[in-house]
């Protein structure tokens, strides 16, 4: 039996369009049955978030970047022609009429293909982000293992 | 007879330096006789846009889009230090007088090493641009096909 | 006795956050006995940067471009929430409470650990930088010496 190709994406920006870019490659290197996992770092932990605001225990500055972050995916905003958000309405839209998949669509669909979400311990911590308020499904790890899986990988990409 | 190595580049990015860099290392790939594809997705498809306006059939939001988005490599910014455009212009002249090259020549020079340059189709559609908007020579496909080269490359890069 | 595996950074930003993320896995990859080294170049050259002033000729744009970069690691700045620098004193205040490493611990690491430290000649020159503004033990090479490495190794990415 062959061993299935790894592919890894290292998921730091907190961008809608970034994050639409490694969630449709990842998707389509399960689709090719390639064994995929997305490690969610920095900015990128916010795609991960729950979208209603859970209760935990934070101190100041826990709760400040908190609250300045997007709650969930469908909260990001683009990287460019954001316009306060306006632009990532528009877009939005467009995906909706080309019936393409919205970001969260394209979560789900991730976790339906059993790609690995990975959620950096490290950052979780500088970031104040809790577990409880981390979706289902998503493992804790360092970089020992995002680099154990990336060193038998050929597609590893940083976005 | 050896394989020739496989090197891809997703070009997500619409900042001029940034495409510069994706393009250096490109052509030096290409030099190296590696088989070369530069995947352009999201802003990354200004730098394929022809600099003359083209007249095609477009509703409003896609109008609009077009109209907002750099048309062509030389229209497009740096990634810091542009200040309304006088940054790129300051970078541009230092590039010419260190006589190295300039965006638009980079992407000639790649077409002359038969790099494989694509244009992302969802993408390409989502953002309303149309077939005739970008320069000749250009291939349009889906993730699949980038995973297809970059399944069978070392140096598959995110840009 | 087996190669070892070879890991290579590109290092096009210049944000505190992305170089940390950068010597986090370059550090890690080193630890893991990869060969490993960080291709510096735009904006990451200024990671490289000694803190002090040094006196050496430039012309006018060399002296605007030098002046408005940070001067070494520790006085670059977030991503995003960087609000002026204060984003950036925030997350350096949480990032000495957890007992993390700053970047320029990170950087020091990384020398300590063999990691190789490149600076890309061609962006020196574009950036006006000159070889006495840039740290000890920074070698200076282009696309050729990066590829050279990139294309033996695996984990390539791009930040």
Chains 1, 2, 3 share one sequence.
């Not at 059993?114 to 289902?136: H, R, S, Y």
């Amino acid at each position: 039996m062959e061993e299935k190709q790894k592919t890894t994406i290292v998921l730091f920006s907190g961008d809608y369009d970034k994050a639409m870019a490694a969630y449709i490659i990842a998707n389509g290197a399960a689709a090719y049955d390639h064994e995929v996992t997305i490690f969610h770092t920095f900015w990128g932990l916010n795609a991960l978030r729950k979208d209603e605001p859970i209760k935990v225990q934070k101190n100041f500055m826990e709760k400040l970047f908190g609250w300045m972050m997007p709650r969930g995916a469908d909260r990001m905003g683009l990287s460019r022609m954001n316009f306060g958000g306006l632009g990532t309405k528009m877009i939005k839209e467009i995906i909706k009429k080309h019936n393409a998949m919205p970001l969260p669509a394209l979560i789900d669909l991730a976790k339906e293909q059993d790609i690995k979400l990975v959620a950096c311990q490290m950052t979780v911590d500088l970031l104040g982000l809790k577990e409880e308020e981390i979706m289902e499904g998503v493992e804790f790890a360092g970089v020992a293992a995002y680099l154990g899986d990336a060193a038998e990988g050929r597609v590893n990409l940083f976005i």
